[in-house]
């Protein structure tokens, strides 16, 4: 099944064709149950497909081809895969080794799925090294969860496996819901290990779930509030330059994008306005056009229209709190999930927007004296990033 799209909603012509099935044991295929939900496109807000929902028994399909899979394991690599994707620049362009036949004759199979909403293709390359070579069999999962929905990219990926050679079985592509899907994965007794990226609820929900199914191993990601300290003796420009570059990074979409900066007050003021110049430099767009397609447009939407309400409901606390903002706030453009890099100056430390991960293009910046202070206040927070 394939939906035909005409226009990408800027007026020039899209693909007229995108995949919008499952890929099980080397084949494009139809949900058992036939659901769908809808992919928007972030840019233009406009129904991009609908894409078939996998459930339950679409898990058991996939566990069952992995299963068959797994004896004639070989460990392909990626060499091919990311040949097909984008040539032999790709850091992951070289042939990991087989793993040796003892490995796969005496070691039970490792079925590995990945879950992972908003960049299916860094899910695919960051682990396969490790698993390839220890001859597990991989799944992949689309999630349409809190974060974000890709799985259009994650189908791309295997019809380029499956151009790639590599063997039916191996690499199974489901899109669908967490608590459908995803919780079917979670607690199947024949899954081995699963990977997740998403919210800490949700990662909470997969960990429960492979305790009290077969004790399965467990790998999260569960975001980040990730620092930048800035001392009294940097360059001050080039300080400027990798906070903005960092929180711009997917459009802040990272679990390893600064959001956090804490800055030496010696230096503050010369700082922050070189911030704040920077991130109109590379982070704005084009008034008249913010196509994603455009080589004029340097900043991508949020991903989905939850995410985007999301952090436009932390810059209402951030008014209401009384909170410096020293950048813009603000929704940009007239559609799409667009919001310009925001810097906000001086939250509190208990704060909301300073605890929690915002995920998007907003920066929050401090002031400190003491290096034991500032120590204290990098250290005091939930996430391990």
Not at 27 to 55: M, S, W
Not at 237 to 246: I, L, R
Not at 265 to 284: M, N, P, T, Y
């Amino acid at each position: 099944m394939t939906a035909n799209v005409i226009s990408n909603g800027h007026g020039e012509s899209g693909p007229r064709e995108i995949e919008t099935r499952l890929f099980i044991n080397n084949g494009l295929v139809k949900a058992q149950k036939e659901g769908t939900f809808e992919v928007i496109n972030p840019a233009t807000e406009v129904i991009t497909a609908h894409v078939q929902e996998a459930t339950d028994t679409d898990v058991e399909l996939a566990v069952a081809a992995a299963e068959a899979a797994f004896p004639a394991c070989r460990g392909i690599g990626l060499c091919a895969l990311s040949a097909l994707y984008g040539g032999q620049g790709s850091r992951h362009s070289r042939r990991i080794p087989s793993p040796d036949r003892q490995l796969c004759e005496h070691h039970p199979p490792t079925f590995v799925w990945c879950l992972r909403g908003h960049n299916p293709m860094e899910c695919a390359s960051h682990d396969d090294d490790l698993q390839d070579a220890a001859g597990s069999d991989r799944r992949q999962h689309s999630s349409r969860g809190v974060v974000a929905k890709a799985p259009l990219t994650s189908l791309l990926i295997a019809k380029l496996a499956d151009e790639a050679g590599f063997l039916a079985g191996v690499i199974n592509i489901l899109n669908g819901h967490g608590a459908v899907c995803g919780a079917a994965l979670s607690a199947h007794p024949r899954m081995r290990k699963i990977s997740f990226t998403g919210s800490v609820r949700a990662g909470k929900a997969v960990l429960e779930a492979a305790a009290k199914s077969n004790l399965k191993k467990v790998t999260l990601e569960l975001g980040g509030k990730s620092l930048l300290i800035i001392f009294d003796d940097p360059d001050v420009a080039s300080a400027a330059q990798a906070a903005a570059k960092s929180i711009l990074l997917n459009s802040g979409q990272a679990c390893i994008a600064s959001s956090r900066g804490y800055v030496h007050d010696s230096i503050a003021e010369a700082f922050s306005k070189q911030l704040v110049q920077v991130l109109k430099h590379l982070g704005s767009n084009p008034e008249e056009d913010n196509n994603p397609l455009s080589l004029s447009t340097r900043r991508g939407p949020q991903a989905t229209r939850g995410q985007f309400t999301s952090t436009l409901g932390y810059f209402d606390e951030v008014k209401q709190a009384g909170y410096k903002i020293i950048s813009a706030r603000k929704q940009e453009g007239r559609k799409g999930f667009f919001i310009e890099p925001t810097v906000i100056f001086k939250a509190d430390e208990e704060s909301r927007v300073m605890k929690e991960e915002v995920f998007g293009p907003v920066i929050c910046l401090s002031v400190f004296g003491d290096e034991k202070e500032v120590l204290k206040c990098a250290n005091d927070g939930a996430y391990g990033l």
